[in-house]
């Protein structure tokens, strides 16, 4: 989570205006990230950008005016480095290694819940707040590790990797840590297959858990993510 005492900037650009406000929505729910604007054309979101201090785009790939990478070029050569989250439909390979040329730091697809993008904004900015020299090889593995999402390969049986990025991202994205029963409640699944997630979390060294006790009845196990993971 970004702990900086100024947010990061967000300029969303998205030609369809219902999705323009709900990313913008979902910004401003995200801890450390606030929106500036939004653009639903390039040419509006350089003029944006001109005027605007901006962190990180959340940029659609396809606007009526140009593609999302040519606009990214462009700024690049204009002198404008922010950094750039592509949200896109498409899923041309070719697309997305042109971008890593381009400061496209990550990927999110169409479709996408809340709690996916949480997820996007919570690693970029764990990897944007990383500081000082590293010590070796791991410690910078580390660090870019950050950005990648979590991968399915190596999930036990009966586990998913959406849904593994859903209660991820729902965890990460909060400081005081949840209960199985409230990352149920936010990821839309049931409080015995929300646990099962977040053990398999603790067991892979991502989260911790601990009792928080209440008035009357046994304790809760309350989960926490680790930071830096």
Do not use: C
């Amino acid at each position: 989570m970004n702990t900086a005492e100024q947010p990061i900037r967000v300029l969303v650009v998205e030609d369809d205006p219902v999705a323009a406000d709900a990313h913008v929505m979902y910004v401003g729910r995200v801890p450390g990230f606030v929106a500036v604007g939004k653009a639903h054309t390039g040419a509006e979101a350089r003029r944006l950008l001109d005027r605007t201090p901006v962190d990180l785009l959340l940029l659609d790939l396809h606007l009526p005016d140009v593609h999302g990478l040519q606009l990214a070029r462009s700024l690049r050569a204009a002198g404008h480095h922010t950094d750039v989250i592509a949200v896109t439909s498409a899923r041309d390979l070719t697309v997305v290694r042109e971008g890593v040329s381009l400061g496209v730091v990550q990927y999110v697809l169409k479709p996408f819940t809340f709690a996916t993008l949480r997820d996007r904004l919570v690693r970029y900015a764990e990897f944007r707040g990383a500081a000082g020299e590293a010590s070796g090889q791991d410690e910078v593995d580390r660090a870019l590790a950050t950005l990648r999402a979590p991968t399915p390969a190596a999930l036990p049986k009966g586990l998913s990797g959406p849904t593994l990025e859903r209660v991820t991202g729902t965890l990460r994205g909060s400081d005081e840590g949840l209960t199985a029963a409230g990352v149920a409640e936010a990821v839309g699944i049931s409080r015995i297959t929300a646990r099962r997630y977040l053990e398999h979390l603790v067991n892979a060294g991502r989260a911790v858990r601990s009792p928080q006790y209440g008035q009357v009845g046994r304790p809760e196990l309350v989960y926490r993510w680790v930071r830096g993971r």
